[in-house]
Each structure stands twice: as structure tokens, then as C-alpha cells.
């Protein structure tokens, strides 16, 4: 067997059956790396990540996590080996405290579990123990990322899916952001993200994959391709690579 934790092979997935989004996208997250996806807006994202944790139908292709198929297979099915996904916003309960939106993530484990995890979670993120009785509403975008973090880890998921944790952070946020992923990352922690800020993705992740119109374009080692002028050629010339360049604009 491969180390392959997650493996997506030719998806083919879309909100509506005859409108599909992803036209066969193939993708593998090996156990402890850093993936990152990037690519233009509507190129398909988000909607892969949704795919994945069940929450846009597959009509074509698989999904293995651990070997186990878990196409189309809803999160709370999935079992043990499960992933985590946070969403790029309304991530976190705004109305409840940091430590209210920790228990309540921690709700389905028990009692003495989730009391463990709980105080895992404010050593790894100190500044939640600093704040815990303070509302999520009234927290820092960059503080707000690490709660909703923080909860999707209480259950310790296999892989753990992130749509754009740096989304509207200022630069100091993001460093602080990045630098808790290379954190979680270094404790062996799969990762899959998407995101925007290309170049700060690049610098921490293992390998990345860039996406346009629903395909694969490009894939590698991160290092390799923040040198790469494709990367530069899909995101300011929109450059298609297929042979079906389409004239529509
Ligand atoms: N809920 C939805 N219903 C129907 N179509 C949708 C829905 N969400 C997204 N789409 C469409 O799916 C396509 C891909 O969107 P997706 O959100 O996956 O892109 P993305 O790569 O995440 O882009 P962005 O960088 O803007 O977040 C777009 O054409 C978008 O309009
Ligand atoms: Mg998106």
C-alpha cells in the first residue's frame, strides 16, 4: 500500500448532476504532509474540499481515505478515520465563548476525553486560554482561525481540511496563522488547504496542486514550483495548457 492517506482519483462533482464543477480532478495527500490547492477563483476549490467531506455529490471518480472509499460518504459516517473541515467563513459560533465552542466541538466525546482535549487544545493555542470566556464574536480574524482550528482537532480526524485560513487576515495574522499550521504540520498532522495567498502557501506546504476550470493543471514540490512560470502564466495570462482552448472568454 502506498502512504497515501487520501487518495482522489477522477472526480467529476458539481451542485447540480448536469452541471458538473470538477472534471475529473486526481489528487493524493500522503500521512503528515502540507498540501496545499491554489488556482483562480471558480476554479473549483472549494467545491473539491466540499467533494471530499461529502457535502457535494461525486457523479464520476473515488475518494479513499486510508484505503477505505468514502466517496460521497457523509463526515458523520465516516467513522474513526474521519476528516475535519473548516470552512473559509462561519467557522466558529460567534455568540458563545472560546471555551463554550471548544466543549460544544468536543460534545460527541466523552466526558473525561473531551476534558483532555480540551486542555490539549489551550496548550497548543495559548492565546485561546488567555481568552477562553471571551466571545467568538469579539476575537481577532487571526484568533478566530485558531478556534476553529482548535475545535476541528478535539476529535483528532485523520486528515484535516482547511478552505483559505488566511481569508481576510492582516500580513501579521497570517504569519501567526501559517506559523500554528507548520506547527500542527511538524506534529504530524495531515493537512489539506486551500488558499490564495499563494506565495505564503508555497513557502510552508509540502507539495501543491493548482487548479483552473475544474482541472488539474499543474502539481509538485512547493519549492519547485513557487520557480515555475506556468504558475505565473495560469494566474496572469490565463494561459490553458489543454488542447480544448475553448474562444469563449
Ligand atoms: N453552492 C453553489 N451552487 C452552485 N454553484 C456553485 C456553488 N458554489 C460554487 N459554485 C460554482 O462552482 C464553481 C467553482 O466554485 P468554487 O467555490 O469551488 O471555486 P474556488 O476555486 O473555491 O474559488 P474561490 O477562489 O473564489 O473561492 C464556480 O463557478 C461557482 O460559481
Ligand atoms: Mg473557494
Not at 506547527?183 to 506546504?205: H, P
Amino acid at each position: 500500500m502506498s502512504n497515501a492517506l487520501l487518495t482522489v482519483s477522477g472526480v467529476v462533482a458539481g451542485y447540480r448532476r448536469d452541471l458538473p464543477i470538477l472534471h475529473g480532478i486526481s489528487l493524493e495527500v500522503h500521512r503528515g504532509e502540507l498540501v496545499t490547492i491554489v488556482g483562480p477563483n471558480g476554479a473549483g476549490k472549494s467545491t473539491l474540499i466540499k467533494a471530499i467531506a461529502g457535502l457535494v455529490p461525486i457523479s464520476e471518480g473515488r475518494v479513499e481515505l486510508g484505503g477505505t472509499d468514502i466517496t460521497s460518504l457523509a463526515t458523520h459516517k465516516m467513522g474513526a478515520a474521519s476528516v475535519a473541515y473548516v470552512p473559509q467563513t462561519d467557522n466558529v459560533f460567534t455568540t458563545l465563548t472560546i471555551d463554550e465552542n471548544l466543549r460544544l466541538g468536543a460534545a460527541a466525546l466523552p466526558r473525561s476525553l473531551a476534558k483532555d482535549r480540551i486542555a490539549q487544545a489551550y496548550e497548543r493555542f495559548p492565546a485561546l486560554r488567555d481568552h477562553r470566556d471571551r466571545k467568538a464574536r469579539v476575537l481577532s480574524g487571526g484568533q478566530r482561525q485558531l478556534l476553529a482550528f482548535a475545535r476541528s482537532l478535539l476529535t483528532e480526524p485523520a486528515l484535516l481540511m482547511l478552505d483559505e485560513p488566511s481569508a481576510g487576515l492582516s500580513p501579521a495574522a497570517v504569519s501567526e496563522v501559517f506559523g500554528h499550521l507548520t506547527d500542527l504540520s511538524d506534529d504530524g498532522i495531515t493537512i489539506l488547504m486551500v488558499e490564495q495567498n499563494v506565495k505564503a502557501a508555497l513557502a510552508i506546504s509540502d507539495r501543491t496542486y493548482v487548479f483552473a476550470e475544474g482541472e488539474n493543471r499543474i502539481d509538485g514540490p512547493s519549492g519547485v514550483l513557487a520557480d515555475d512560470p506556468d504558475m505565473k502564466a495560469i494566474y496572469f495570462g490565463g494561459t490553458k495548457r489543454s488542447t480544448h482552448a475553448a474562444s469563449a472568454g
